[in-house]
């Protein structure tokens, strides 16, 4: 319950689901009914073989939605833990392979459980890293990788590049550069946490080594993700005990949430051509009435090849986090992109990375539609924004006038 | 209203931001980042705007029920307070970045950008009173009271400024916190000056003005009594700290008389030639009606009043003191209250420029 909150929840317009989006009621349910049940699946009695029997059969529903074999999912906390254990386990056990393997590549533009693992294994591990520069769209040239690729790769022993960026929503060119590693023997990651019930997603016909996916963004709860990590994949693991999965991550499995989080995957999969065509409308019913409001806003990231519910402006003049308290004073719920841990707003590293200035970085505001949102969400948006951006500009102005 | 409530988090800034709710007002929570460098922890009572003053006062106002911002006022912080009280020092003055801080950060940066966002008003946990007659008074806990280093704000400023809590002692704000879920209620009050972590201010000042090696002379003689590492590390009324090697002549303890930055000297003597009668100050802000007054002044942080005569005029103040004062530094406020039994009122305010000795009290 909220308590002196305001506005009312029911009265809100959230447009923030690449942050979180609601769960899906079949995952709550499916939550609920195994959260009730005893077992450790490590358990050998009846009781954990009950509990192992739900968190098999949701490996092989995760597999299946995603073309890959049940032996090539482990589960984890979250995307930011399959996102340092592909990165730092892939990198440790290349290296520790072959001394030559110091070389880590990762785009500009990852979401920092990637970036921030790449940077800790170049001041800790004696990582030459090395970020993939982006176009003004937010994509990595495939050129230009291949030319990297030709050069060093001998000793690149990982590479992550994301399937579809978190803040603009472009859609990587994933496949030919899965392909490219592929072709020089380096293991390819890509973080798909954005991607899975949006894109297509095809595990073994992407040719990458490693896919990161979490929860909480398809419809199921917080806390619990996945890696798929190829069969032929070493992967050092970063938490030891059990050995629970493959070897590779260790802890009790959370068996509600592992239940929850395959609803979820199976149902953003199953739906996601409908989802698509739905919320890719409105999103292009928000983008058209954004630019038809404020006709200088920019939008960023790439106009075609992007997410189905990611809009993402720049508003000229604006600070972004004056939007953000001006449209939450008003109930409608989006996202700066990135805050540091003392919550200083920063510019965003993604559009720094494609090219823009520091005043257009920190005047942007993402909006990002999911499965509950409607036209109403919009018209809520468009109610508020136009006032909103004149109020900040104002207050935007008085800071360059000093 | 719509008003920002500045939270430090500190348990003043929680509560007054909790009052402004209860006053019917539609509050927002600001936590301001002033240090460049704010991925450091508190320790002890010292600093501020660490992160966990930052997370403090997120989660006062999460338990308050408002919505919490971070704005980053580190540029015009260190801008306006932190190369300004380095400056003053380097000109011999001796600053109160305290003041500084609310007359061109907190009712100023904040409260232009609060405005300019739709904002009527910013409230702080000050202690101090601002009613519905637009008087500032001290805090009825006047060992807390604030108003000299709110006394510089103008009346455009005070127009849109909300104390809650003038009315309260800390004891009652304590409690008030704890009774309303607050985990701040008991942490340690603030101290020393919040961007110099360690209290060393004379260390902060030597690693930014670097060393200045110069002369220590009495005042009465011209005699060279010592030496001194860089005259800014020196404060009108100081005792301590001064390591002169040959001793007054009748024994008694010598204090910093005035600073001379163009000499680099510092001159000392008895506490008596520390007397002055009468101040001079510039940049007057006045809200009393009448340019000539008997009032009492106050000419340092949490100093003692002396009733004086007080003359103003557009660029100037004048007080003749009814009784001597000593330690009376340039750069220093000088308030003006008209006692009051519902709390004295201040009429106006001042920076010194100098004190002088002008009758002789003997």
Redo the contacts between chains.
């Keep these: 319950m909220v308590t002196g909150g305001r506005p009312k929840l029911e009265a809100m317009a959230y447009l923030d689901h690449a942050a979180t989006t609601p769960m899906l009621p079949a995952a709550l349910d499916a939550y609920v009914a195994a959260a009730r049940e005893l077992g450790n699946p490590s358990s050998l009695h009846a009781a954990g073989r009950g509990a192992r029997r739900l968190v098999e059969e949701s490996r092989e529903r995760i597999a299946a939605a995603l073309g890959a074999r049940p032996s090539e999912v482990i589960f984890t906390g979250g995307g930011t833990e399959a996102d340092n254990l592909a990165v730092k386990g892939i990198f440790w056990a290349r290296r520790d392979a072959d001394q030559r393997m110091r070389r880590v590549v990762a785009s500009a533009v990852e979401h920092h459980a990637v970036l921030d693992a790449v940077d800790w294994l170049g001041r800790h591990e004696g990582a030459e890293t090395a970020l993939q520069p982006v176009d003004a769209a937010g994509r990595v040239d495939p050129e230009a990788f291949a030319e990297l690729v030709r050069a060093h790769g001998h000793e690149i022993a990982v590479v992550s590049v994301q399937w579809a960026n978190n803040e603009v929503g472009t859609v990587q060119p994933v496949a030919e550069l899965a392909a490219l590693s592929a072709a020089a023997g380096i293991p390819f990651h890509t973080d798909a946490v954005q991607a899975v019930g949006q894109v297509p997603v095809d595990f073994a016909a992407s040719g990458a080594a490693a896919l990161t996916l979490t929860g909480h963004k398809v419809g199921g709860p917080v806390g619990v993700g996945a890696l798929l990590l190829g069969r032929d994949v070493t992967c050092t693991p970063l938490l030891h005990g059990g050995g629970q999965e493959r070897d590779v991550r260790s802890g009790t499995l959370d068996t509600p949430g592992v239940v929850a989080f395959a609803t979820a995957v199976e149902a953003a999969v199953a739906g996601r051509e409908e989802h698509v065509s739905r919320v890719a409308a409105l999103r292009d019913d928000l983008v058209e009435r954004v630019r038809a409001a404020i006709p200088d806003a920019i939008c960023n990231g790439d106009p075609a090849d992007r997410l189905p519910g990611n809009a993402h402006f720049s508003f000229p003049g604006c600070e972004g986090d004056a939007l953000l308290l001006l449209l939450d004073a008003q109930g409608v719920y989006c996202s700066t992109g990135s805050a540091c841990s003392a919550g200083v707003a920063q510019p965003s590293h993604v559009l720094l990375a494609m090219g823009a200035d520091d005043p257009r970085a920190r005047s942007s505001l993402r909006f990002s539609l999911g499965h509950d949102s409607t036209k109403a969400d919009v018209d809520a948006l468009l109610a508020a924004l136009p006032g909103a951006v004149e109020r900040a500009r104002r207050a935007g102005a008085w800071k360059t006038s000093r | 209203m719509r008003v920002l409530a500045a939270m430090s988090g500190g348990v003043d800034s929680a509560v007054a931001a909790a009052r402004a709710?209860d006053a019917g007002h539609?509050v927002?929570g600001v936590?301001l980042?002033l240090a460049r460098n704010?991925?450091t922890f508190r320790t002890g009572a010292r600093g501020c705007c660490t992160?966990e003053d930052?997370r403090d006062a997120?989660r006062a106002a999460d338990v308050?029920?408002?919505?919490f911002?971070?704005?980053?006022m580190a540029e015009?912080f260190h801008d306006s307070v932190v190369d300004d009280f380095v400056n003053e020092y380097a000109a011999g003055r001796t600053p109160n970045p305290c003041l500084r801080c609310n007359e061109k950060i907190k009712f100023a940066?904040v409260l232009?950008?609060a405005v300019?966002?739709?904002f009527d008003a910013v409230v702080t946990g000050h202690h101090a009173r601002l009613g519905a007659d637009g008087l500032l008074r001290r805090s009825v806990d006047l060992a807390k009271d604030q108003s000299y280093v709110l006394a510089v704000l103008t009346r455009a400023q005070l127009d849109r400024a909300i104390f809650p809590l003038g009315d309260s002692t800390k004891e009652r704000v304590r409690a008030e916190a704890a009774e309303r879920g607050l985990a701040v209620a008991d942490k340690p009050d603030s101290h020393d000056i919040c961007f110099i972590a360690d209290g060393d201010t004379r260390g902060f000042l030597e690693s930014r003005l670097g060393s200045a090696p110069g002369d220590i002379v009495d005042g009465r003689t011209g005699e060279r009594l010592g030496a001194h590492n860089g005259a800014y590390g020196f404060t009108v009324g100081q005792r301590k700290g001064l390591d002169l090697r040959v001793p007054a002549a009748d024994g008694r303890p010598r204090y910093v008389l005035s600073i001379t930055p163009v000499t680099n000297t510092v001159t000392v003597g008895p506490r008596e030639d520390l007397e002055v009668d009468v101040v001079t100050a510039d940049r007057p802000i006045w809200h009393g009606v009448d340019t000539r007054v008997d009032c009492e002044v106050q000419l340092r942080a949490h100093g003692e009043v002396v009733p004086a005569s007080v003359s103003v005029a557009s660029d100037a103040l004048v007080a003749t003191l009814q009784s001597p004062a000593r330690g009376v530094a340039a750069g220093q406020a000088i308030v003006a209250y008209q006692p009051d039994p519902e709390g004295d009122i201040v009429l106006g305010s001042a920076t010194i420029t100098a004190g002088s000795r002008v009758s002789s009290h003997a």
């Design positions: 709710r539609d927002t936590h980042a704010p991925q992160l930052s997120r308050i029920g408002i919505p911002y971070v704005w980053d015009e940066a232009d950008r300019a966002l739709g």
